[in-house]
């Protein structure tokens, strides 16, 4: 029997790839610094496993596919507090983000149809739109400019009769920009004027850092038809397991026709909608405190990484990542080559190399993204190991 | 912006659409008897919960994108009692059946590809088809013959270079058939002449009564490449909103493959995970118990179809569901009749009307499914109202 031609087409995991190397560093005694992986240390407000706890029927039944009413309450609530304002007919609870785009992708596109979506981008963006044959037309971003994205004209050239969308993680996993308000607008120009979706997957809504204004799509007035927000828990409060997340807009039709699919697998996890209740209600306190631990973090990576010579990065002022130009000349060898050949007093770090970041044959070599997600301590020891890494690399391009 | 063709393509729940007039039903006051839905009433086994409440972890991460290795262990041990023997990497944990159903099609199947289904089948089924284009290719049973096969040369005719794989469910969801040992070596075999694979849905494994031998696909010998076995916890030990299935096949490539879109969700939900554990070491007394219990439901159900004129029904000996031939002129108005214009001492049922369980234009428009997942005395006074609403709808055939 053979297998689907767009199943093969699908790219394994970056991360994957290498985890056989970090596999035998550790067999080998070495400890691994993890800054390939986008699962914070940080804990799960207390309240998710209280309320799991306290649930008491006994039997654990199917709840309506669109949500528990209670947690779409949630969501609603969530979202007053940034001026976007939804009605229970507007949102649908789903398996994570992922299953929010994939759901939202099958809906929009037809096979053989296109999304446009900034280069480099989350990786599994790509799996999501090969399972149901949509292909994504890159817009090229780069370092050089901090990932922000080329003009309205530069964009504007991708556009063709089959482009449905413009997909974006806004701030970005994995290059950690946040669009400018101008940059927010003008793609909102943009799909007005070509009647496209705008598909903003804003999991990372808290996590921007010097005072930046973050402008969600779900605030612009005049374009809410084309809006689609996707959304998680998973990082921001930290319950990456929970496999709870959101659709939102307010095209209706747009969302009955999801529903569908939502019915067709019947609910998302009772129990992990329970808790999901109270984690939207958690206490804006809590947001601030991990903001200002990421912006730490952020310090820490960003001024080893501006210091090292030929490695390009501007500052990254959203998510927990970035990514950055290596002076070498293959990320992937680099990666390995750190869990393989090098370690400083038994210790190395696992980095992802970008490539598969990119949909631009041959963008991204170069390149690798940094997650951010280890305490100050341990951040800086990896950050050193980096150092001396580039320092000794014997593939070098300066 | 236009929505796509597949999306607009799928036709909305059976169920859901008589919604409306059950809600209507209720709110004047009548009582509803609910034989249109697969949510059973017996407790899920304390173990779920207990097991749950006992996870102390302070951070909910992501698991292994194929599961957590001591889930798939169980499961393991699970199929080990029908001699069924699976190694870890031949087991993937999915969101529920529905999401191991739609892995396994993407992976197997192309856009325009087709898939041969017994039907009346699981409505569901076309949702995941049409969702990523596939199509589903009919083979008809009928109620005269319970639901079982057609000869091997009729089903052969519906075979042709696109067909990719047979897929069914057994025991049957909507039918309560139980195919034969004749019939699933019959399906082997053209399997293997044709080079398909086989999906066998089987989470009502257990739900298998008057002492008939149920014969697994993960029994045979020779074929095993070819076969997928999916399964879920929901209907065995009542946790329908743990979503938590899998996918077991000896066809190691096609776990490699079909790995490569777990990872795009990056995981099962964690907790739900923690008490499938449990879950699968069940003590079997408790499905004994569980199945004594449907078959007494079974015998209620089907001692009242047999006597009522006109209605057209073999014996169902699994699953728990039975599609009867009403003697009336549709059923969806026959539904929509019992829940707006008919009652006894202001009760009232609900069933499912079959047509959307049949992918061949006109068929099971007089036939309707019934579950029988009420106790005794409900089910009793449901199928008294049932009887008398035939005796007394007005576009009877008889």
Redesign the interface.
């Known amino acids: 029997?053979r297998?689907?031609?767009?199943?093969?087409s699908?790219?394994?995991?970056p991360i994957?790839k290498l985890v056989p190397y970090s596999e035998a560093a550790k067999a080998n005694g070495k400890h691994v610094y993890h800054l390939n992986i986008g699962?914070?240390?940080?804990?799960?407000p207390t309240a998710?496993?209280e309320s799991?706890?306290n649930?008491n029927e006994?039997?654990?039944?199917?709840?309506f596919?669109q949500g528990m009413p209670e947690l779409i309450k949630s969501i609603i609530s969530y979202y007053e507090k940034y001026d976007i304002y939804y009605e229970e007919d507007e949102v649908l609870v789903t398996?994570?983000a992922?299953?929010g785009l994939?759901f939202t992708i099958?809906?929009?596109?037809?096979?053989g149809?296109e999304i446009l979506v900034p280069e480099p981008f989350y990786a599994?963006y790509n799996?999501?739109n090969r399972?149901?044959?949509v292909n994504i037309t890159p817009i090229t971003c780069n370092a050089e400019e901090g990932f922000h994205l080329p003009p309205k004209e530069i964009i504007e050239k991708s556009i063709n009769s089959r482009t449905?969308?413009i997909l974006l993680s806004n701030p970005s996993n994995p290059t950690g920009v946040v669009y400018t308000k101008e940059e927010i607008l003008m793609l909102c120009q943009i799909a007005k004027e070509h009647?496209?979706?705008i598909i903003s997957d804003e999991v990372y809504r808290e996590f921007v850092y010097d005072d930046l204004e973050f402008m969600s799509f779900g605030n612009i007035e005049g374009v809410q038809?084309?809006v689609i927000l996707i959304d998680s828990i998973s990082k921001r409060y930290?319950?990456?397991?929970?496999?709870i997340g959101s659709i939102a807009t307010k095209?209706k039709?747009?969302i009955k026709?999801?529903l569908?699919?939502c019915?067709?697998?019947?609910?998302?996890?009772?129990?992990?909608q329970i808790?999901a209740i109270e984690l939207y209600k958690t206490d804006s306190k809590y947001l601030e405190e991990i903001n200002k631990e990421y912006k730490k973090r952020r310090d820490i990576v960003y001024n080893f990484l501006k210091d090292m010579p030929g490695v390009v990065c501007k500052k990254p002022t959203g998510a927990f990542y970035v990514v950055v130009k290596l002076p070498i000349d293959d990320a992937e060898n680099f990666a390995i080559w750190l869990l393989k050949d090098f370690d400083i007093n038994n210790e190395t770090l696992m980095i992802t190399p970008a490539e598969s970041f990119y949909a631009t044959p041959g963008l991204g070599k170069n390149e690798a993204r940094i997650a951010y997600i280890l305490n100050e301590d341990d951040l800086t020891k990896a950050m050193e190991i980096l150092k001396k890494g580039l320092e000794l690399y014997p593939n070098k391009t300066i």
């Open positions: 029997m297998l689907s031609k767009r199943i093969k699908m790219e394994e995991s994957r699962q914070p240390d940080i804990e799960t998710f496993m799991i706890r649930y006994k039997v654990i039944a199917y709840t596919s398996n994570g992922s299953e994939l099958i809906a929009i596109a037809d096979s149809d599994n799996g999501f399972a149901v044959d449905r969308a009647n496209l979706f038809e084309h930290s319950a990456c397991g929970a496999r095209n039709e747009l026709q999801i569908k699919l019915q067709g697998r019947l609910c998302a996890p009772t129990l992990e808790g």
